[in-house]
């Protein structure tokens, strides 16, 4: 069988998450490894192979992928349009510097080895590209009815992760009213890794959560932060305006395209 849903991006903005939630999810399957890129750099191997990935069990309602790479590769979602026209597509949008800066430190040790943020958004037209949103999107409206795309943001899940993953479900026609167990477990993974862990471990991770609302997640995330300040991954200042500038138009274009204010980006 073919597909149902695929979520098709955008890279850094919390798909692992959401994968994990939709595994955990009774009536949803989602296709194992993360990322199959059928439709970016495996297309070569046929859709037969494609099919292979999706057997769901009886009591899946609907079954699906996720490749963040989608969205920003050009003939990506043309070829999703042949092959599985009536999927539902879902893309969770990051502002476009935190974005840049997140991939640039997941890279840093590799493609962006001894480079300055800036370098490294210089260097190439990966990181910006990535953050085009709205061109993004006029591609995949090209293919696709509205109807059959749902655009989330990731700031939804940082302020309402159950509210972001009800809509999501509701996108799906899934049962909304249930709640993963990895819902709260990835607030500041980044900050405190180790903690986070135990805390899950015994039973205990709601108190992450409750943490991050409280002066004591504040200090942890200032101490994180004060910590790493003198570093060359560190997003200085300077380099957010130079980003925002790059951003800006795309940014007021996509206001337009999803009915959000997203001033917060500009």
Known sequence: MLPDYVGIGAQRAATTWIYRCLQEHPEVFVATPKELHFFDEQYEKGVSWYESHFRPAPQHKVAGEITPNYLNVAHAVPRMAEVIPDARLFAVLREPVARAHSAYQLLAEHAYRGMSFRQACQNGTYLINSGLYSEQLRRVFKYYPRNRVRVLFYEDIESNPVEFLC??????????????????????????????RILQRIGLGWTIHAARATPIGTWI???????????????AEVDVQWLKKQFRPDILKLQEIVGRDLSGWL
């Open 221 to 235: 995330k200032n101490h994180h932060v004060s910590k790493h300040a003198g570093s060359k991954l560190a997003l």
């Open 167 to 196: 809509d999501l479900f509701r996108f799906l026609s899934v049962d909304d009213r249930f709640q993963p167990p990895s819902t709260y477990s990835r607030y500041n993974r980044i900050m405190y890794p180790r903690a986070q």
